[in-house]
Antibody, heavy 123, light 110 residues
Framework: EVQLLESGGGLVQPGGSLRLSCAAS????????MSWVRQAPGKGLEWVSA????????YYADSVKGRFTISRDNSKNTLYLQMNSLRAEDTAVYYC????????????????WGRGTLVTVSS | EIVLTQSPGTLSLSPGERATLSCRAS???????LAWYQQKPGQAPRLLIY???SRATGIPDRFSGSGSGTDFTLTISRLEPEDFAVYYC???????????FGQGTKVEIK
């Protein structure tokens, strides 16, 4: 079955760190770019970060640049998001998404989503 | 950077009616690189349309997308009970790399 399963969310204090994981199955993971998209409670969707299939290229939203790091382990079919210096405004459900790239070095569209993991930043 | 504005914010319709959702871009979206997603409460988004008018795998043909340049439309020809949800548009393929979403349109039961 083709699926994505996120884990690693939880409650963290402002200024703290958290590492999210996304386990992929049912498709050739290394052949696809992957992204993280988040959704604050009661709000819309916000693209956070993306990584190429090889892991050689990474992209970030301005709101997380310098604080978040996306990476992948193709031998484990797993995507990661290391989140440092967390702020209250980072509170959201974080989704990983399989990304179809149509233009090199640009973000594509998201054809498969995980169920999400909730990150709460609060003291 | 392209900004997407969706209208209306909320659409109140009855099952069987036609829904027309708009997504307007602040500048031209190259090659119609625009996608639409459906999200139901407590669920992840689901891809409906990509390339402005191509239906994703398994999407019923009552969903259709159209438009080019700065104006795009998602049409649901006859609303089924399971279609009441929030719909988002997203532009892709632009530089600098951004996965910009619109703010969403909620389709609710009248």
């Amino acid at each position: 079955e083709v699926q994505l399963l996120e884990s690693g969310g939880g409650l963290v204090q402002p200024g703290g760190s958290l590492r999210l994981s996304c386990a992929a199955s049912g498709f050739t993971f290394s052949s696809y770019a992957m992204s993280w998209v988040r959704q604050a409670p009661g709000k819309g969707l916000e693209w956070v970060s993306a990584i190429s299939g090889s892991g050689g290229s990474t992209y970030y939203a301005d709101s997380v640049k310098g604080r978040f790091t996306i990476s992948r382990d193709n031998s484990k079919n797993t995507l990661y998001l290391q989140m440092n210096s967390l702020r209250a405004e980072d509170t959201a459900v974080y989704y990983c998404a399989k990304t179809i790239v149509v233009v090199p070095a640009a973000i594509g569209y998201f054809d498969l989503w995980g169920r999400g993991t909730l990150v709460t930043v609060s003291s | 950077e392209i900004v997407l504005t969706q209208s209306p914010g909320t659409l109140s319709l009855s099952p069987g009616e036609r829904a027309t959702l708009s997504c307007r871009a602040s500048q031209s979206v190259s090659s119609s690189y625009l996608a639409w997603y459906q999200q139901k409460p407590g669920q992840a988004p689901r891809l409906l349309i990509y390339g402005a008018s191509s239906r994703a795998t398994g999407i019923p043909d009552r969903f259709s997308g159209s438009g080019s340049g700065t104006d795009f439309t998602l049409t649901i020809s006859r609303l089924e009970p399971e279609d009441f949800a929030v719909y988002y548009c997203q532009q892709y393929g632009s530089s600098p790399p951004r996965g910009t979403f619109g703010q969403g349109t909620k389709v609710e039961i009248k």
